[in-house]
Each structure stands twice: as structure tokens, then as C-alpha cells.
């Protein structure tokens, strides 16, 4: 299994945000997470990525330990996420954003780039095609030198979407991309999800509250209600769900 949460829980002060959560995850699975606003879905995620300390628990990847690494040792072990809230750096190219993004792949050190040393100048060349070659699988090789945050909304998402496949990530996260997104572009984001993850052979754990996207592009789907697994199944389990249907879909839906 890639990855194997076990009785994880956490807490802020005396709330619970999380209870007892185990789920398993294999390799070249997508998953889906669903649930009410509220129901630990984010901090879920937050605690994979070490953005906080799980209050008990384990999470591992491939076998190791997750809890109490720092989030730079986790994106090294190849985690990359997505935020349901765009965090791009808007005042820097798109090209440079995903750059910016290879350079922890990067194999020369300081004194090669304080130097622009031949094995700086050779790395940074690689780093560029690497990027461009991101940027033109999502169609943004036309907006290279264009600030990120010019770029329309879905095209950011877009681009949120290529910095994170640019650290070479076994394992990627990704919160609610279809937030903000059209029809047609939910549409085309289902078709990149499915193509992607079979193209760089990744693991895909999707916090979403597009059901539509959920149901036709994961495998399979865990639903969370006040921090604690309610279900967990197929689309369809998941969909015709009595405990779903009332406390998240509503009743006779």
C-alpha cells in the first residue's frame, strides 16, 4: 500500500477535528474525499502534509512515518498538494512558478549557483525544458512571461495543478480544484485528472464538493461527517448510502 493512515485523530484545544481515522490508500488509486464544510476533510490533508502534528495516530508512506516530519521533508518524499484557496506567486511569471517548483529536484548546489558554474547553467536549462514541458501538457505555454495572477481563474488553477506535478510527486493532493470553475472547465479538469494520473503514474486523493467530478473520476470514496468515517465504498456504495444520502447529500436526494 502507498499509504496507510491509522487511528489518526487530532485536536485544536478540546475540539476534536478528526476521530480515529484509518484508511488505505494503494498505489495508482483515486481517491476521493467527501463531506460537509467542517468535517475534517482539510485538516486531513494539512496533517499528511505535516502542516500539523497529528494529536495520535500514524501516518505512513510506503512504510514511513509521516507525524513530526516538516512539510519540506514530506515534499521530498514526493508529496505535493493543491489548496482549496489558489496560492500561486502572482506577481511572478507562470514559467517561474513552476521553476521555482523543480529547483528542489535541482542537483548542483550553492557554490554552482553562486558561480553559474557549467553544472549550474546546464541544470537551469534542464529545469526550463522540464517546466515548459508542464506548461504545454495544460495548454499555458502561451502566457510563459505573464504575471500568474493575471491569468483567468481556472488558468490559475491550472497552473496550481503543474507546480505541484513538478516536484515528481508518488502521492498528490489536491483541495477542491473544481472551486470557481465553469462547466466546461470542471469537464475538461475530469479528463486531465484521469489522463494525469495514468501519465505520471500518481496516487490522487481529491477533496471535492463537485459530485459529479467525484463520482465519475475516483475509484473510490471516503466520507467524512464531524471528523469520523461514515462511509467508504464505489461511487455507487457511496452514492446510494443511506448515512450519506442524509447527513451530506440530504434526504431524498
Given at each position: 500500500m502507498l ?8 485536536s485544536?484545544?478540546?475540539l476534536?477535528?478528526?476521530t480515529n481515522i484509518s484508511?488505505?490508500?494503494p498505489?495508482h488509486?483515486?481517491?476521493g474525499i467527501?463531506?460537509?464544510n467542517?468535517s475534517g476533510?482539510t485538516?486531513l490533508?494539512n496533517?499528511i502534509?505535516?502542516?500539523y ?6 501516518i ?5 512515518e ?5 512539510p ?8 505535493a498538494?493543491?489548496?482549496?484557496n489558489?496560492?500561486?506567486f502572482k506577481?511572478l ?6 521553476r521555482?517548483?523543480r ?5 548542483c548546489?550553492?557554490?554552482?549557483t ?5 553544472r549550474f547553467?546546464?541544470?537551469?536549462g534542464?529545469?526550463?525544458?522540464q517546466?515548459?514541458e508542464?506548461?504545454t501538457l495544460?495548454e499555458?505555454d502561451?502566457?510563459?512571461e505573464?504575471p ?7 488558468q490559475?488553477?491550472q497552473?496550481?495543478?503543474a507546480r505541484?506535478?513538478?516536484t515528481?510527486?508518488v ?7 473544481a ?8 469537464g475538461?479538469?475530469?479528463e486531465q485528472?484521469?489522463?494525469v494520473?495514468?501519465?505520471f503514474?500518481?496516487?490522487i ?19 467524512l461527517d464531524?471528523g469520523v468515517?461514515i462511509?467508504e465504498?464505489?461511487?455507487?456504495e457511496?452514492r446510494n ?8 447529500l440530504?434526504?431524498?436526494?
Open positions: 499509504l496507510v493512515i491509522d487511528n489518526l485523530s487530532h485544536f484545544g478540546g476534536a477535528a478528526l484508511i488505505v490508500v498505489e488509486q483515486l481517491l467527501i463531506g460537509p467542517g476533510k485538516t490533508f496533517l502534509t505535516g502542516m502534528r497529528a494529536s495520535s495516530g500514524s505512513r508512506l510506503k512504510g514511513q509521516l507525524v513530526g516530519r516538516a519540506a521533508a514530506i515534499t521530498r518524499m514526493a508529496v498538494r493543491t489548496f482549496q489558489i496560492r500561486l506577481t511569471s507562470v514559467l517561474d512558478n513552476v521555482i517548483a529547483y528542489g529536484k535541482a542537483a548546489g550553492p557554490f554552482d553562486l558561480f553559474r558554474t557549467g547553467l546546464k541544470e537551469e534542464l529545469i526550463i525544458d517546466a515548459m508542464l506548461l495544460f499555458l502561451r502566457y510563459v505573464a500568474a495572477g493575471s491569468l483567468p481563474y481556472g490559475q488553477r497552473l496550481e495543478f505541484a506535478l513538478a515528481d510527486p502521492l498528490l493532493l489536491l483541495d477542491e480544484p472551486a470557481g470553475m465553469n462547466p466546461y472547465e470542471v475538461k479538469l475530469n485528472l484521469q489522463w494520473a495514468k501519465r503514474a500518481l496516487t486523493i481529491l477533496i471535492e464538493h463537485h459530485m459529479g467530478l467525484v463520482m465519475e473520476v475516483c475509484q473510490r470514496v471516503v466520507v464531524f468515517v462511509a465504498g464505489t461511487p455507487e457511496v448510502d443511506p448515512r450519506v444520502i442524509d447527513v451530506y440530504g434526504k431524498g436526494s
